[in-house]
């Protein structure tokens, strides 16, 4: 079956500018998990949806929001970006029993410059 | 969750098996003990994880000491593509998914 997959693959903003990453899990799959990754941070828990519910929230500014949809895709939305807010943000799907085994996506690699 | 810590490197012979050691001395006994790994440029990818049998399945083994302090990952024939970022993740089952990546270990797999 398809895995997770997340558009657009690359995107390059500037400071102050709003941006929306969008991820489709895998079918059947009801969470959806946000992570970003950065040379300095590593990855780094975001938010978890399940249900259209946000489940679980990281340790992130209120500019860092998402949402999830009746059909389990989810989008995420950085507002006001910084420059600090370059990184992969990568989406991971699971069938949201609680078992953490979770799916990966290949990640947006969002540039803010 | 209860924090985990790894060895930042390793190398390792193609076709050797490789023996990836992870410590875990505070976790609790609900946690079980989760591995992920991460090829460049790509999402990570589950392996396996445990709570305190030993787990087989086709990528790895997950060997959990009895005390469940410490665990090792073994890669049986280890190949090029093994060469990755390989994470130990220790956390709860049931609620919400979260996981807690630390800094990882670099697996070098060499010809």
């Known amino acids: 079956k398809a895995g997770v997959t997340q558009t657009p693959r690359y995107l390059i903003k500037t400071r102050g500018q709003q941006v929306t990453l969008s991820c489709s899990p895998i079918s059947g799959h009801r969470s959806v998990s946000w992570y970003q990754q950065t040379p300095g941070q590593g990855l780094q828990f975001l938010f978890e949806y399940f249900s259209e519910t946000q489940r679980n929230k990281g340790n992130f500014p209120g500019r860092f929001s998402g949402r999830q949809f009746s059909n389990s895709r989810s989008e995420m939305n950085v507002s006001t970006l910084e420059l600090g807010d370059s990184a992969l943000y990568l989406c991971a799907s699971s069938r949201g029993d609680g078992n953490n085994e979770q799916f990966f996506g290949p990640g947006t690699r969002l540039t803010v410059l | ?111």
Not at chain 2, 76 to 98: F, N
């Open chain 2, 1 to 111: 969750d209860a924090k985990t810590t790894q060895p930042p490197s390793m190398d390792c012979a193609e076709g050797r098996a490789a023996n990836l050691p992870c410590n875990h001395s505070t976790i609790s006994g609900n946690e079980y003990v989760y591995w992920y790994r991460q090829i460049h440029s790509q999402g990570p990818q589950y392996i396996i994880h445990g709570l305190k049998n030993n787990e087989t399945n086709e990528m790895a083994s997950l060997i959990i000491t009895e005390d469940r302090k410490s665990s090792t990952l073994i890669l049986p024939h280890a190949t090029l593509r093994d060469t990755a970022v390989y994470y130990c993740i220790v956390s709860h089952q049931g609620g919400s998914e979260k996981l807690v990546f630390g800094k990882g270990m670099k697996l070098t797999v060499n010809p």
